[in-house]
């Protein structure tokens, strides 16, 4: 190779190496059980009142009720 072009390929190799056994110390000793933890999790259904969506719309909806009322009245 010429002074030009530099070879990274081991480096690239070397890097993702690092990675992967950074990866493997960080990771709990059960990650089996904490992935279907954090799957079961966010898999739950969500309630139709737990989101501010509906309270908004409800609470808009009473405004505009109150004022058509108010109008027609």
């Known amino acids: 190779m010429d002074s030009d072009h530099i070879d990274i390929r081991r480096r690239i190799q070397a890097h993702g190496a690092r990675q992967l056994t950074i ?3 960080s990771a709990p000793a059960d990650w089996q059980g904490e992935l279907r933890k ?36």
């Open 38 to 73: 954090a799957l079961a999790a966010h898999r739950e259904p969500v309630s139709i009142f737990a989101g501010s969506d509906l309270r908004l719309f409800l609470q808009s909806f009473a405004v505009f009720f109150t004022a058509t009322m108010m109008f027609l009245i």
């Open 23 to 25: 990866a493997r110390l």
